[in-house]
């Protein structure tokens, strides 16, 4: 008879990055920094709304972004140039952040210098969404020009979210997207989601956002 050892990796490594994510959440609360899992595909906005956050605000706070990405500092340099720090890491093939790695990145970092940590996690919108980071909420950013039907095509992902954006708003008779029906859809859907429909060429519905946030925004 077949000597047969069943290895259970997938368990063992989430049980260690949910330790790991529990020590990032203690750790934060004793500083009182709150931190935002910013999860989406790539050309959402995710980086633009962090763009719009660190223009607009990081007078009344200052902001740490921690940006996930396969290859390159793109975001982060967009995002730093407004005076907000970032922190850049590359995970190659990984198609999201794991705790380990946020760990890593606030190592050496002051939390009392900072009012709020943003998350930007590598851009997709499956793998990011069940793994624990350590952060505060898991928003979940989406935009017009990815079509009506993004709710209904991820239902895991809204699932785990506190907060959805729909971004690029400005956009919406452009594409022919009935706004109203698509927020009123996903409501039907998810009844626990908070949904906030927002431009960052305009800034419609951008403070609002940072209010729900936490932010400093006067």
């Known amino acids: ?31 009182e920094i709150p931190m935002i899992d ?31 990405d396969l290859a390159t500092d793109i975001d982060a340099q967009r995002i730093g140039r407004f005076g907000g720090t970032c922190l850049q890491i590359n995970t190659g093939r990984g198609c999201h952040l794991m705790a380990f790695q946020i760990e890593k990145a606030l190592e050496g970092i002051n939390l009392n210098d900072y009012g709020v940590i943003f998350v930007e996690n590598v851009g997709n919108l499956i793998c990011p969404s069940a ?29 785990l ?20 029906d698509v927020i009123a859809k996903a409501y039907d859907l998810y009844p626990h989601l908070e949904i906030y429909p927002t431009s960052t060429k305009s800034g419609e519905g951008m403070e609002s956002f940072a209010k729900r946030l936490g932010l400093k925004v006067q």
């Open 38 to 68: 910013i999860m989406g595909s790539v050309g959402s906005g995710k980086t633009s709304i962090l763009e719009y956050f660190t223009q607009n605000y990081i007078k009344f706070q200052n902001i740490l972004v921690i940006n996930g």
């Open 131 to 159: 793994t624990d980071i350590g952060a505060d909420l898991k928003v979940t950013v989406t935009s017009v020009t990815e079509g009506p039907y993004v709710f209904q095509k991820h239902p895991i992902t809204f699932k």
């Open 161 to 180: 979210s506190q907060l959805a954006v729909i971004n690029k708003i400005d956009l919406a008779r452009v594409m022919d997207i009935d706004l109203s």
């Open 1 to 31: 008879m077949a000597n047969v050892r069943i290895i259970e990796l997938d368990r063992k490594i989430q049980e260690e990055n949910d330790k790991i994510a529990n020590r990032i959440r203690e750790k934060r609360i004793k500083f």
